[in-house]
């Protein structure tokens, strides 16, 4: 054991900077912007909404390594909101996350709206990922984007009626009327499932070209997952496309409003359900955050561990997948096997496999069992070989680097202006790691490297997550050999669930107990933002707290979402067989994108 293996962090946060207004007013002294201070310590100012477009060109184009990366664009309905903690707030406020990758540094914008007012101008041109984000909020919220190239609903079918997060929307299918589909109804939904070439945009090439189209899925085995692409087609070649998303949306936000803090933390396993552990990982440090809560060592070092194994998982089978998608079968029967030894670990640990629901607020559910450093040492061991042979197998196989080298490649710039983040980014050459340029949960004290790519093409973004793998091997190896003793979960009134040690030796110790399992903890009013480097890219929970049981807003920020956004950029000019292989290496599964 050794004790002091997490020394303190050093915070990416605490370095002296100017204050973001203050530039701003140094260059444009008429936008006036208004600080909120929140407990994630990220910049936030509330900008009326007319100046929201200067604002956010000054912020992109006019500052010195200025905001160049939309992280996320969300809404909250606030209409029955009781501490709503700043005096700007309205009926709704739509947010904005912003990033500069050279500065290492977030800014929060916030606009309030009224519920007679409900528009914006749109930034797409600005930042193209917030295109779908956008959409996303127009969708969920109602709230309009004026000069948004094609504002239509993204997730919900056309024929919705209705905005879902909004608090007046039923949360329940009890809340509803029993659902029926007259004959009438049926003609009207079957009509709005034809995709109009016209409502894109799309025209002919020149008069002599084809205007065909390829419907790809939903139901595909190279989409993987309920994900429909519409290609438009010049003889064999994709001259266009149009993602089709939604068709595996089930409210994951929207049941955040109805669960406890407690209870929604198996609904956080199914958002990237190959992520596990590492799903439940934001939203327990979210909520730790505004609980003030401080995780033992231990507990912290668990925790890196089994989010760790669920990488390796989520890379391994994104591993034979793309190379099945390729043409290989036999990688995957391999990575399976690989997968399983993996499981049993996990399953040792934590009495379950791909959805253990491990993590708790505070810690973890339950200590590490006796022999688990066996079990991890065996594996430990193990892997590295495997990999040494898929090596041989998979990355020098001469088929598989002509289907993948130069196919489906974009540059940094690219990754950036449309949301990509994680593998996907690093493959383009930009080592950006959340665990290394802004270390969380403990990260900042382990020995690792990021692996880079150089083209940003297929080939280089599976080669990167098989590097991350061997990388994930050596955090496991020194959590193995630097555990730290103590407790697995913090001392600490609104721990879930919380301490029944003393509960049958007084009555005061047992109904608090009683109810904090039954509603789960009272976790105080306000809003915080926490980021990790999850399998597919960085994933976020923006929570938000009334002082309540639940949670106000839980906004989920995936990564495959914006990833897929991207599709048409980097599909044009290609055959629909590297486009298969492009979909493969961009490793999504359609839970995280659609929520």
């Known amino acids: 054991m050794n004790e002091s293996f997490l020394a303190k962090s ?137 000069n948004h190239p094609h504002l239509v609903r993204i997730l919900m079918p056309l024929t919705w009626i209705g905005h879902p997060l909004l608090k007046d929307h039923p949360a329940r299918a009890t809340e509803m009327d029993p659902f029926t589909l007259p004959d009438d109804q049926q003609d009207i939904e079957q009509e709005a499932l034809k995709f109009n070439p016209d409502d894109w945009g799309m025209k002919r090439n020149s008069k002599t070209s084809d205007f065909t189209f390829l419907n790809l899925g939903p139901n595909h085995p190279s989409v993987h997952g309920a994900f429909r692409i519409v290609l438009q087609m010049e003889g064999e070649e994709i001259v266009d496309s149009v993602p089709d998303i939604g068709y595996h949306h089930r409210g994951a936000e929207k049941m955040g409003e109805r669960q406890s803090w407690h ?73 399976f096997v690989d997968r399983e030894k993996l499981f049993a670990i996990i399953e040792a640990f934590t009495g379950a496999r791909m959805h253990p629901s491990y993590f708790r607020i505070g810690g973890v559910a339950a200590d590490l069992p006796r022999g688990w450093h066996t079990l991890v040492r065996d594996y430990v061991n193990y892997l590295p070989k495997r990999l040494d042979q898929y090596e041989k197998m998979v990355m020098q196989n001469e088929l598989l680097k002509r289907r993948t080298v130069d196919v489906g490649a974009y540059n940094t710039k690219e990754a950036i202006e449309w949301g990509v983040t994680g593998p996907g980014l690093r493959a383009t050459g930009y080592s950006w790691d959340l665990r290394k340029q802004r270390p969380y949960g403990g990260y900042d004290q382990f020995d690792f490297e990021v692996p880079v790519g150089h083209k940003g093409d297929c080939y280089d973004r599976c080669m990167v ?63 915080v933002s926490v980021s990790v480097e999850a399998t597919k890219g960085i994933m976020a929970y923006h929570l938000v707290s009334d002082g309540n049981t639940m949670s106000y807003r839980t906004r989920i920020r995936t990564p495959s979402f914006p990833h897929l956004q991207m599709i048409p950029l980097i599909s044009q000019g290609q055959m629909v067989a590297d486009l298969i292989a492009t979909l493969g290496s961009i490793d999504y599964v359609m839970a995280d994108v659609d929520r």
């Open 465 to 527: 997550r098989v590097e991350e793998m061997r990388q994930s091997i050596r955090i496991i190896e020194q959590c193995l050999n630097n555990m730290p003793s103590g407790q697995y979960k913090a001392d600490h009134p609104q721990t879930t669930p919380p301490d029944k040690s003393r509960t049958m030796q007084d009555i005061d110790s047992l109904i608090p107990h009683f109810v904090n399992v039954s509603w789960g903890p009272v976790i105080p009013a306000g809003e």
């Open 263 to 335: 209870s929604y933390i198996p609904y956080t396993d199914r958002i990237d359900y190959l992520g596990g552990v590492m799903n439940n990982f934001p939203y327990v440090m979210a909520v730790e955050q505004l609980a003030g809560i401080t995780v033992p060592d231990r507990a912290k070092v668990i925790r890196i561990m089994t989010a760790e194994m669920f990488r390796i998982l989520s890379h391994l089978l994104f591993y034979g997948t793309f190379a099945q998608d390729i043409g290989a079968m036999s990688p995957i029967f391999y990575m």
């Open 10 to 146: 050093t915070d990416w946060q605490e370095q002296a900077r100017l204050p973001l207004s203050e530039e701003v007013a140094s260059i444009n002294a008429d936008l006036q912007l208004q600080t909120q201070y929140l407990i994630d310590s990220i910049e936030t100012y509330w900008i009326d909404k007319a100046h929201l477009s200067q604002l956010m060109y000054l912020l992109a184009e006019q500052l010195d390594d200025g905001f160049d990366f939309c992280f996320d664009l969300t809404a909250i309905d606030e209409r029955l909101r009781q501490q709503k903690l700043a005096p700007q707030v309205k009926d709704f406020t739509v947010v904005y996350h912003l990033r500069s990758y050279a500065r290492n540094r977030d800014v929060r914008i916030k606009v309030a709206l009224t519920t007679n007012d409900k528009a914006l101008d749109s930034v797409s041109n600005i930042w193209p990922s917030a295109n779908w984000y956008e959409r996303e909020v127009w969708d969920m919220f109602g709230i309009h984007f004026d």
